[in-house]
């Protein structure tokens, strides 16, 4: 059965029985495969669809969830049998589509075309560009990844909407020869293969690596920190929760109230972008069909808005902000905007400090409901303007919120990840726990 005749029965039977009914088609395909140690270790070549169907009555819905276009009657009863037995208060929508969306190339197509021989070609190429320094120990793990991810959302309410995506990932890590060894790694997303380059990510890895022997801690105390953005994006994903509406609503987070205040320095602004040309995230419209839209959440360190879905919006009698994902509110692409220093510009305007380059422990020692964290971290000491040695069995701790205040100055060295996008900032201070 194709999709379309999957879904005009669906929508025949939703107007037999006076309820709206939505479907989400969600295709995946992926690609991937992960070298230890310069061998093949893990491979996998797949593709699988999910269809949720949702129906709506009185404010309320109900969803089935299938992985065949078969039996859409079944379908709708399962639906509608779920419609009936839940107890929820809250008030359920659909969207009802006609809005513009914003047109995007998110997809490209080219990594469909490279052979597996090709795709083995660029992680085995990312080895042994890290393996090459006799510093280097051994280059434990290169992760290579590509997708593409198809969408599509209609209802009877008028929505229809489609979208396609993909892009690519490749991953490597070095462990260098020290009294303890020392573990470096690096990686790049892009939407071309031209745009990951194997052996610079390789060397990279390595670079990371070797920059770290000879590491020692540092006493405790209140250190001037240049956070580096591979640290920053880690630490950016605290944000996301304290940004959603629904955890304001339910008082879960701590910016409550803060709407339209100064909650960071002047210097910090936060975009969400539903479109960069590395973020592997974008799109045009969220899981609800909303129209992904381009705002500031923080403006010269005023917090401008909260991320939106229907729901939340609806309570607060505003416009959603096409932020409406499967497993909650998040942003698209939530940039912090860059500067106009370089790294090692900002190195000479700490002069004495800490560079931290990775935080660990988030799910743990990061708490989105205070801003609190405590998180191991590693990273340089600096004198001069000059990094001097590493730095390891370090614990950075402060609040969030308190950090995007003490931001000074921001970088122009933009990295992106999943869903963040960032540059290294310079902090005026942070407690920093050592020996």
């Given amino acids: 059965m194709t999709f379309e005749e999957f879904k005009d029965r669906l929508f025949a039977l939703a107007k037999k029985n006076g309820v709206e009914v939505q479907i989400s ?33 009185d404010g309320k819905t109900g969803a089935f969830r299938t992985q065949v276009l078969e039996d859409p009657e079944k379908c709708f009863e399962e639906a509608l049998s779920n419609l009936q037995i839940k107890d929820s208060e809250e008030k359920e929508y659909f969207f009802e589509g006609g809005e513009e969306y914003r047109e995007m190339e998110t997809y490209v197509g080219r990594f469909e075309k490279l052979s597996v021989k090709e795709k083995m070609g ?9 393996a090459k320094d006799e510093r280097v120990a051994m280059v434990p793990t290169v992760m290579y990844r590509d997708m593409v991810i ?6 009877t309410l008028g929505l229809n909407v489609e979208s396609q995506m993909d892009g690519g ?11 303890n060894p020392r573990s470096g790694s690096w990686y790049e997303l892009a939407r071309v293969p031209e745009e990951l380059d194997p052996e610079e990510i390789g060397k990279r890895a390595a670079e990371e ?50 709407l339209g205040e100064q909650v960071g320095n002047p210097a910090v602004s936060i975009k969400d972008l539903p479109y960069h040309p590395k973020g592997l995230s974008s799109t045009p419209f969220d899981d609800e069909g909303v129209p992904t839209t381009e705002k500031f959440v923080l403006e010269n360190g005023v917090l401008k808005t909260f991320l939106h879905n229907l729901k939340t919006a ?21 940039m912090l905007m860059p500067g106009e220093k370089s790294f090692e510009e900002l ?12 935080v660990e422990g988030m799910h743990a020692g990061a708490n989105s409901i205070s801003g609190e964290f405590s998180l ?19 614990t950075i701790s402060g609040n969030f919120l308190d950090l995007l205040r003490k931001i000074v100055l921001v970088g122009n060295d933009v990295k992106v990840s999943q869903h963040t996008i960032a540059p290294s900032v310079l902090v005026e201070v942070l407690d920093v726990a050592g020996k």
């Fill in 122 to 130: 660029m992680a085995k190429k990312a080895h042994e560009s890290a």
């Fill in 209 to 258: 690596a070797i920059s770290l022997i000879g590491s020692k801690t540092i006493p405790s105390g209140k250190y001037p920190v240049l956070m580096r953005n591979t640290a920053l994006l880690d630490l950016m994903e605290m944000f996301i929760p304290m940004i959603s509406a629904e955890n304001v609503q339910k008082n879960l987070s701590p910016l409550k109230g803060k």
């Fill in 25 to 57: 088609f969600l295709e995946t395909k992926e690609f991937s495969l992960r070298l230890a140690n310069g061998d093949l270790d893990q491979y996998t070549d797949a593709g699988k669809f999910n269809v949720e169907i949702k129906v709506l009555k």
């Fill in 376 to 394: 191991f971290a590693k990273g340089y000491w600096v004198e001069n303007g000059e990094i001097v040695h590493g730095v390891e069995d370090i």
């Fill in 314 to 334: 609806r309570k607060e009698g505003v416009e959603p902000t096409g932020n409406g994902f499967v497993g909650g509110i998040r942003p698209v692409n939530l």
């Fill in 347 to 358: 190195l000479k305007e700490m002069s004495r400090g800490v560079v931290i380059t990775e």
């Fill in 150 to 155: 198809k969408k599509i959302i209609t209802n």
């Fill in 169 to 179: 990932f490749l991953f490597a890590m070095a462990i260098a020869r020290d009294t």
